[in-house]
């Protein structure tokens, strides 16, 4: 059986601040469908150890960055997990990745190579009885696992997966020297990246194998509009870099059992979202008609396109449609939004926060979900969106345009249209897409064709993790016959 060692900085249902920790948590549970054995090392945060009281401590580090380590090994919700308990680095308040003055832990580089290095030990054996065929690492904080692992004799295959690239690990070339890395590894084909240390950098570099979270996106990240200063890399290593489709959970997200929502609902009673939709209004706020909602569930970031949102708040309003917003983020978007929902008091609502329960409600109640972004490796939303009958209206970036099928004449007719997808990413071209979104809308009977096209997407990580498992196994030395 392979065996695989995925490493993430978090992981849902225990530490999540976006979509990584939502891939780190289903991922592994649809790879052990289908016989690959996954462990998932992640570093032990106060929060997560709090909530798990306990576990087996299967491998000690006397020096790790600084500290003594230790790894536990601990089942949760199906998620067989390694914790790196490592006093020093995490515990302390604040989040996975800043501290509670609202900046970065100023030793992020040594939390997140200690979590790097001790994935490429566990790699070698470190724990008993256990050494995977494959490493496999999840964004810039566990990225070095390659690098840590590239020269050692008998090595785990490795893999790195980007689920965002505008978050790199870049820091000064002064903490190369505390890394433990040889020489070597310093150097255009190493960790060096402009005279800096980039941790991302580097495990593209030394991957056996690179994947990004659709393939559009591993398509864009290959041009200089898309590749963030890593383009001319990602071209090198073309032969190496695939992009697969991200899929979700349907059991945490499914409208037909989940405990969130004010009505259940399933293709068979789809008008039952209608008791959704008042609860939203109430818990929102918003006057109660049948007038479209149209929802965001996000990060509210510059990658997100939301400032074209914020700017678009009155012609939305004026387009005769509501509109409510659960996000948080950047200070200036959170303030726009807020002056917009003042302004149009019953029309629009805002929750400012991070808020699961509320993001479940609002997949179960809207009627349209916005997601503009500038770029997007895949996107979940759209996803649970269209798992949940509420209409996508995306930007043609990256994943959104892989996973959504826009209700051109065309895809109508055959009947395979799920949502909106609009170009260019501006305020025209939003308010465009939902311009289009507003005339479908008023053909109720075209408009539940939609609803229940969107709902019978495959949104699950079935295919998805055959390919994972197909890449895995392309890349382990074929069986003796
Ligand atoms: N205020 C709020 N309240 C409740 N829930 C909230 C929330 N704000 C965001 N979320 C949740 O956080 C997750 C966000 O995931 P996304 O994939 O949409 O974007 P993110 O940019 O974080 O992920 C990055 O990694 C993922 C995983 O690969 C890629 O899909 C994506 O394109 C890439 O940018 C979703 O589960 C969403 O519901």
């Not at 590239?150 to 690990?169: C, K, M, S, W, Y």
Request: a negative charge.
């Amino acid at each position: 059986m392979t065996s695989v060692l995925s490493v993430s900085s978090e992981v849902f249902p225990l530490i999540k601040t976006g979509g990584l920790a939502d891939v780190a948590g289903a991922l592994p549970l649809a790879l052990g469908r289908i016989g690959i054995d996954v462990r998932t090392l992640i570093p032990a945060y106060p929060s997560v150890l709090a909530g798990l009281g306990g576990g087996q401590v299967v491998a000690e580090m006397p020096e790790l960055f600084g500290g003594p380590a230790r790894i536990l090994q601990v089942e949760v919700a199906g998620l067989d997990l390694l914790l790196l308990d490592a006093a020093h680095l995490y515990d302390r308040p604040g989040g996975p990745y800043i501290g509670i003055n609202g900046y970065d832990h100023p030793d992020n580089w040594a939390r997140f190579a200690a979590l790097s290095k001790a994935a490429a030990l566990v790699g070698l054996g470190l724990i008993p009885g256990y050494r995977p065929d494959i490493v496999h690492a999840h964004d810039w904080q566990a990225a070095l696992a390659p690098v840590y692992l590239e020269r050692e004799p008998d090595r785990p295959r490795t893999v790195v997966t980007i689920h965002n690239l505008a978050f790199q690990g870049a820091f000064p070339h002064a903490i190369f020297a505390e890394l433990g890395l040889p020489d070597e590894a310093w150097g255009v084909d190493g960790v060096e990246y402009y005279g800096s240390v980039g941790f991302l950098k580097g495990g593209l570099r030394s991957a056996d194998a690179v994947t990004t979270v659709s393939p559009n996106y591993a398509a864009e990240i290959t041009t200089a509009a898309g590749g963030m200063g890593l383009d001319g890399l990602l071209r090198g290593r073309a032969d190496r870099l695939t992009g697969i489709v991200n899929g979700i959970d349907v059991e945490t997200w499914d409208p037909a059992t989940d405990p969130h929502v004010a009505a259940t609902f399933t293709r068979g009673d789809v008008f039952r979202r209608t008791i959704n939709k008042r609860a939203l209004e109430a818990e929102f706020a918003i006057e109660e008609d049948d007038t479209p909602i149209l929802a965001v569930v996000s990060r509210l970031t510059w990658q997100k396109g939301l400032d074209l949102l914020a700017e678009s708040c009155d012609d939305i309003v004026a387009a005769g449609c509501r509109l409510v917003i659960c996000g948080s983020g950047d200070r200036m978007l959170e303030g726009a939004f807020l002056g917009a929902a003042a302004r149009h008091s019953g029309r629009m609502g805002v929750r400012i926060g991070y808020d699961e329960i509320l993001s479940h409600r609002i997949q179960a109640g809207a009627d349209a979900l916005l997601v503009p972004s500038r770029f997007e490796p895949c996107g979940l939303t759209q996803l649970y969106a269209l798992r949940y009958g509420c209409l996508p209206v995306v930007s043609r970036v990256g994943g959104l345009a892989d996973t959504v099928i826009d209700a051109n004449f065309a895809a109508q007719a055959a009947g395979v249209a799920t949502g909106v997808i609009f170009s260019p990413v501006s305020r025209e071209g939003l308010m465009d897409g939902i311009g289009r979104l507003v005339r479908l809308y008023e053909d109720p009977s075209l408009w539940r064709d939609l609803q229940l096209t969107a709902m019978s997407s495959d949104v699950s990580w079935t295919s998805s993790a055959r390919r994972y498992a197909d890449l895995y196994k392309s890349l382990l030395p074929e069986p003796l016959a």
